[in-house]
């Protein structure tokens, strides 16, 4: 359930009409709704009730720090992968001890920077890892609390791009070597061994593999825990499921999946680490965009619009479905076609849907791209020298933008011709006087 309905015949997001936001900001334009994004959470919280969970939002799926500090506002806390989001989530008001720093090529630097800030956990994917990470902690003077990330190897039916908790895949360590890396790192003075962390996929429409790893994790407690290890925090990953509008089968809610949790990890005494990032704001977004033409080709009906692939990736990486609306409301009887949905990119790829029933539009008219809040604006680029794509938060009545469209004079001004192709005023050329290249001048 989300706040982008018709009303008065026209798409609004909370009570701003789209078509306002794009009269104003242009497009294409991501739009996010408040409203939204605390429901979500709110319904994930609430499901949770009686658990020791704390909620730390995957700000991967939406780095926007509006977005981050409406979550932030509510009690969220942060799972973050990379020193830029360890930026962003501070900056976005998200508490130090609130975050969770994952990934599996976490550099000394990035290292240094969570334990200064003193982040809650550092979960650690490698024994490479490990032994940086204890040279980092040392020469910083402090302790690393740490999780390792088990692979508990379930098969988490989901597209082979986001599955991750495969023995075959590069996130985590083997659950079977487990006892091993958790003797070594308990051993370590300067590591403080705090708990165990997980994360099997995303878009999971299924709870098994939940339940599965969950069980393996429960086992995996009880032996460390033996070994002598103070197992004190248990993060369970994020990866449920969003309806996209597609489906065959009702996605498991909060709630089932809150089931799931207490019947297999529930009573083990540890604080539990949640990390769901599109379930709250998949839902909370949009992509509006404009037709450019209709073009009918000799079988298909073509409608162009100035959105991209490289706006929203989603639809070639994945396949992704999005659902596309008209902003303008069509009458219950009006007859719809069949059309192709395209970016204007040199790629075929370059698709956002094929075979779409659509009312009849025109070039000029406005069309949506629904549940394109989550690893959407993330993903986005500038390919074909393309402006980098605006972001746009409603809360009620108002909305704000809150990341600026890029335009290509920005694009063109980080760009500069070496010396030996006539230096252009403020350009810099790197090349060692003596270098490699420097017979070219
Ligand atoms: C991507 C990721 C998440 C969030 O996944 P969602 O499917 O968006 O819920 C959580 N934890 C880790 C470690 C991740 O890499």
């Known amino acids: 359930m989300d706040h982008f309905q018709y009303s008065n015949g026209r798409l609004h997001a909370e009570d701003v009409a789209v078509e306002d936001i794009a009269a104003v900001v242009g497009t294409p334009v991501y739009v996010y709704s408040t409203a939204t994004l605390e429901r979500h959470y709110t319904t994930f919280a609430a499901a949770m009730d009686g658990l020791d969970a704390t909620i730390c939002y995957a700000v991967k799926a939406n780095t926007n720090i509006a977005v981050i ?67 980092v902690a040392r020469s910083l003077n402090v302790r690393a609390p740490i999780a390792i990330r088990i692979n508990p190897d379930v098969d988490a039916h989901t597209h082979a791009k986001i599955t991750t908790g495969r023995s075959e895949n590069k996130f985590g360590i083997e659950w079977t070597a487990a006892h091993q890396v958790y003797a070594r790192a308990g051993a370590m003075p300067d590591i403080d061994v705090v708990g165990i962390a997980a994360h099997i996929g995303s878009q ?129 009887d009006a007859e719809t076609r069949q059309v192709d949905i395209v ?63 890029i335009p290509v004079e920005t694009l063109l001004a980080r760009q500069h011709l070496p010396k030996w192709q006539g230096e252009t005023a403020g350009s810099v050329s790197t090349e060692p006087a003596n270098g490699p290249l420097a017979k070219a001048k």
Do not use: W
């Not at 939940?210 to 369970?236: K, P, S, Y």
């Not at 009573?267 to 209709?294: H, M, S």
């Open 69 to 135: 500090r409406t979550l932030a506002d509510l009690g969220a806390g942060a799972d973050v992968v990379s020193g830029g989001e360890l930026r962003a989530a501070l900056s976005a008001g998200v508490p130090a001890g609130r975050i969770v720093f994952s990934g599996v090529g976490k550099t000394p630097d990035e290292m240094a920077a969570a334990l200064t800030a003193g982040v809650m956990q550092i979960n650690v994917e490698s024994e490479p890892e490990l032994d940086v990470l204890a040279n």
């Open 204 to 332: 999971l429409t299924d709870l098994e593999p939940f339940g599965e790893a969950f069980h393996r994790l429960r086992d995996l407690v009880a032996m460390l825990r033996a070994d002598g290890h103070n197992i004190r925090t248990l993060d369970l990953g994020g990866g449920l499921g969003i309806p996209y509008g597609n489906e065959e089968a009702p996605i498991p809610s909060p709630a089932a999946y809150a089931d799931v949790i207490r019947s297999t990890v529930g009573d083990l005494g540890c604080r539990l680490i949640l990390e769901p990032g599109r379930l709250l704001v998949g839902n909370a977004g949009a992509l509006v965009t404009r037709v450019v033409y209709v073009k009918e080709g000799a079988t298909r009906t073509f409608v162009i619009v100035d959105a991209a692939m490289n706006d929203l990736l989603r639809p070639t990486l994945y396949s992704a479905y999005h659902e596309i609306v008209p902003a303008k409301e069509a009458p219950a």
């Open 343 to 405: 970016g204007p990119i040199c790629e075929t790829g370059d698709t956002f849907g094929t075979g779409r029933p659509l009312p009849p539009v025109a070039a000029g008219d406005l069309l949506i791209m629904r549940t394109a809040g989550a690893y959407g604006a993330v993903m986005a680029s500038t390919y074909n020298m393309r402006p980098l794509v605006a972001e746009v938060l409603v809360k009620g009545e108002a909305f704000a933008v809150v990341a600026d469209r």
